[in-house]
């Protein structure tokens, strides 16, 4: 069954450097998302893509982070100056509609120090 | 401010018994209703409810969609330990073609054998 993928599972930087964590959506999916999940608290929405542009972004996605999708099969989130408070485990998810459910790959568990 | 809640926050069952876990809803502009399931890592799609009083079934796992009185249950029977997860229940809203998805805390389900 096709399936997101995520890479790297687990990425330690240190405070004020810059992250990028890379998905690979499922072939035939058009819209993109990244959330987030911080230890203990809910699943937050950062971003929806479509059509090479934001579609929708929350109050969390401030100037720090950036989406791109430099090419035809990878999606990217890039945090330039990344805060104690950015860690939190990082997924990416995708749908082929935008009305359809989103698939969720394995997550980034994004570590600042 | 748009809000889903889940309960109960965590259950612990034996073997053969049958689950209901509740999320009720507050949202502008919903769309549709899902629920997941989360391992260890990814969150993985089960139902995905929009129009109410339609069950959905998928072997012993069931749900359905109450839009009058905004809530969702999701129920499981026969429970197994490989049901030992977090289940997540989130809900579509959209903002002019966008969609995000605003997630409730989750329920943590522990069966023992």
């Known amino acids: 069954e096709p399936e997101v993928t995520q890479t790297p599972s687990h990425q330690v930087t240190q405070m004020g450097q810059e992250v990028i964590l890379r998905c690979v959506p499922i072939s035939n999916h058009l819209y993109f998302y990244w959330y987030r999940q911080i230890l203990g608290q809910k699943v937050e929405f950062l971003v929806s893509?479509?059509?090479?542009?934001?579609?929708?972004k929350s109050e969390i996605f401030d100037d720090q982070f950036s989406v791109e999708r430099p090419d035809g099969s990878n999606f990217t989130l890039k945090i330039r100056s990344t805060k104690l408070e950015d860690s939190a485990m990082y997924f990416c998810?995708?749908?082929?509609?935008?009305?359809?459910?989103?698939?969720f790959g394995d997550g980034t568990r994004l570590s600042i120090l | 401010e748009d809000k889903v809640v889940q309960s109960p926050l965590s259950l612990v069952v034996h073997e053969g018994d049958t689950v209901t876990l509740n999320c009720s809803y507050e949202?502008?502009?919903?769309?549709?209703l899902l629920w997941y399931k989360q391992e260890k890592k990814a969150p993985t799609f089960l139902f995905m409810l929009t129009s109410s009083g339609i069950e959905k079934k998928s072997g012993r796992l069931s749900s359905i969609l109450d839009k009058k009185e905004l809530f969702s249950i999701l129920n499981i029977t026969a429970t197994q330990t490989g049901d030992s997860a977090v289940y997540l229940c989130a809900v579509y809203i959209s903002s002019g073609s966008a969609r995000q998805l605003t997630f409730g805390s989750g329920t943590q389900l522990t069966v023992l054998p």
């Open positions: 998810a995708s749908s082929d509609q935008y009305n359809q459910p989103q698939h």
């Open positions: 893509f479509y059509n090479n542009e934001i579609s929708e």
């Open positions: 949202v502008t502009n919903f769309r549709s």
